[in-house]
């Protein structure tokens, strides 16, 4: 059976959007006219292959390696971190914010998810993300949260509409990066916050090259440590928190 996306919900994500909505499928609303230019990373996110296997082994293995595992943090410290530094609440709270969140680039919902846990009863997570069978796994179980396929580089909602902007393991796969945190810092209301977490380029010269030259590959950029919170600063973003890992960084601001 096809999931169905609340009424309620849909009702509450197209009043965000900044054009007429678009079609439901699968449980999601599709936004997305022209697709963004795939790289070779870009191929392996949209096959109908790597939804089924991405929340239990893709995400965990590769993440957690790239962020230091066993000392780096894990998927629940990850998200517990998330949540904290966007100024929700953490899932035993007894009052939580009744926030408007949005997940840039949300893949199955693992991440979108995990925000929802920390969002009050009126408040509202959507999802938004390129791919269809991504987009048709994180639909199917989660009734409660609003997901919209669209390009994270041309984002479709109005400006000043979120409290709160999260952007977990895609930063690297745009094709303009830095469009994506502009259209990230102008749906995000004054004081809103962003969070994101992104490949980091390491340090050592050996390992640089070889990072550099895989991701140059496969279509994954690796950024230097400075440069994610420069762009930030350079937007106006204030109260910069950053935590590196050995391929990972995770960078949140305040708008
Ligand atoms: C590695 S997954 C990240 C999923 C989740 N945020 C996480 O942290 O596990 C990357 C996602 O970025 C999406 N993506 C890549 N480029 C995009 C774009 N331009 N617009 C929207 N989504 C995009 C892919 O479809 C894929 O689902």
Redesign the pocket.
Known sequence: MSPVLSPSVQERVRALLESPPGETHDGYLDLLDAE?TPTVA?RV??STFLPQI?ERVW?PVG?NLAKGWPVGPGTAAEHALARGWLGLGQPGDAHKPAATVL?????PG??TRALAAGVGENGLVIG????RG?LARAAADSRDIGYVR????ALPFRSGTFDAVCC???LY???DPWAAVDDMARVLKPGGRLII?TTRRPSLPVSRLGSELAGALAGVRMFGDREVTRALTDRGFTDLKQRRYPLMQLVAACR
Not at 103 to 107: F, K, L, P, S, Y
Not at 128 to 131: R, Y
């Open positions: 963004p870009q996110m949209q991405y995400r993440f997940d840039v680039a949300c893949g693992n991440v938004l993300d390129a791919a991504m669209g390009n994270a580089v977990f393991g895609a796969l745009f094709d977490l």
